[in-house]
């Protein structure tokens, strides 16, 4: 396999896996960060600054979840550059850094950021959901390259 084709497989695990937490979390704490909150309300902006209209409901949660999980693939992905020996360190560090983005960026790219900092244990959350994607990411990306080692041989696609 592709030294791309496996880190993107291992930025779209992490992408689902800080999805997966976010949506259930949401559903049994009212601390839980509400992420998706922010993401609405940057699509809609977005889309309205340059004279679209924005989807309603559903159709601008699933577009909102659907462009987070790209994002949060191409972000994670990149966590598989560099050498084998400091992956789960690098992706310590980009989720690290995603969930401190998220929690102290969000104001200033003019967007509520009570969605994310509600609580301290909301900025706590938020910052550990996106560690955790890093974590995912690297994990599978080592796992996928180890597997890949131990055949011999580079799968190419």
Do not use: C
């Amino acid at each position: 396999m592709k030294p791309e084709i496996r880190s993107l497989a291992g930025g779209l695990a992490g992408a689902l896996v800080l999805n997966l937490i976010h949506e259930t979390a949401k559903r049994f704490s009212s601390k839980a960060p509400r992420i998706n909150m922010v993401g609405e309300e940057a699509l809609t902006k977005s889309l309205n600054a340059v004279g679209v209209s924005a989807p309603t409901g559903n159709a601008l949660f699933n577009t909102t979840l659907a462009a987070d999980i790209a994002s949060n693939t191409m972000y994670y992905a990149m966590i598989g550059k560099g050498p084998k020996k400091h992956l789960l360190l690098r992706g310590a560090g980009y989720g690290l850094f995603a969930g401190l983005g998220a929690v102290g960026l969000t104001q200033k790219l003019g967007l509520s950021d009570k969605p994310v900092t509600k609580t301290t244990e909301t900025k706590v959350m938020t910052v550990a959901w996106y560690l955790l994607g890093g974590l995912a990411a690297a994990f599978v990306i080592q796992k996928v390259g180890e597997f890949e080692d131990s055949r011999g041989e580079i799968l190419s696609i």
